[in-house]
């Protein structure tokens, strides 16, 4: 291994624990250290970021961390993605397509949702993000003010389940038909997808671009 090459996987190491202990300063100072070095966003958050946060997950499901934890680190992450978020944006080129992407209702959980709008952005379709908590009518109002993607996020067992009943809220409204439903996160799967008449599923970010092209006929 050559030494810029250690100095790399040691920034990468850096920014692993600042994510896990919850240091946001940290976080900022390794990310931008990192973007200083041409390291790709891909890198940071694959190779770093997300193992860090998903390892707080570990804990806490063994019990030796607590939502605390989980919050300062979620916090620490964001510090990062919001560096990142510019690096993956795409300026001054006309929108591949409308899309719209929230949390699903009752859940708050936002970072992969939002990795998911930064990818979207970067592949150049022009991205509304509804937040989290969103209530079934909100999605269907973006829809109805001409969204031709919508992506829903869910986290938790408890909360995959308002899935449906965001589907159904389209249907309801004659909406259906104008949109592509991708939806995606930790408890979601590709069975669970086509079981509630989601158009498609994707595991991970980088997926859901191509998920989302493939759907829209744009490749
Ligand atoms: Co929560 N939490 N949490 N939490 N939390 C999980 C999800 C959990 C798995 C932890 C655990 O037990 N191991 C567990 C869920 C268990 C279950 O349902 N099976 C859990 C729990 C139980 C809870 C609470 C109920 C805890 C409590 O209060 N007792 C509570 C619920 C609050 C609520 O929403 N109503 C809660 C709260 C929180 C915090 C607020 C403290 C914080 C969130 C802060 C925030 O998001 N701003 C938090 C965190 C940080 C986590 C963990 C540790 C990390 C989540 C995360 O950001 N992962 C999580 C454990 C874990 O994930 N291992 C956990 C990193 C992120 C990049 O991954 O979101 O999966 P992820 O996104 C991926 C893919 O899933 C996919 O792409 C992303 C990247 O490639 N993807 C999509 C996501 N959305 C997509 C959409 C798509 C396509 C792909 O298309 C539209």
Known sequence: MTGSEEQLDDLLDT??????????????????????ANVSPEIVLYD????????????FELGKAFVPEMLVSARAMQGGLDLLRPLLAQANVEPLAKAVI????????DIGKNMVGMM??????EVTDLGVNVPPARFVEA???GAQLLGISALLTTTMTNIPATIQALKDA????????????APITADFASEVGADGYAPD????VSVAKQLLGLT
């Open 15 to 36: 920014l692993y624990d600042a994510v896990s202990i919850g240091d946001r300063d940290g976080v900022i100072e390794a990310v931008k250290a990192l973007i200083a």
């Open 48 to 59: 770093a970021m997300i193992p860090a946060i998903q390892e707080v997950g570990q804990q």
């Open 102 to 109: 929230g949390t699903v209702l009752s859940d708050i959980h």
């Open 120 to 125: 979207w952005g970067g592949a150049g379709f």
């Open 143 to 145: 829809v109805r003010n």
């Open 174 to 185: 004659g909406l259906r038909d104008r949109v592509k439903v991708i939806i995606g996160g």
């Open 205 to 208: 970010a980088n997926r859901a």
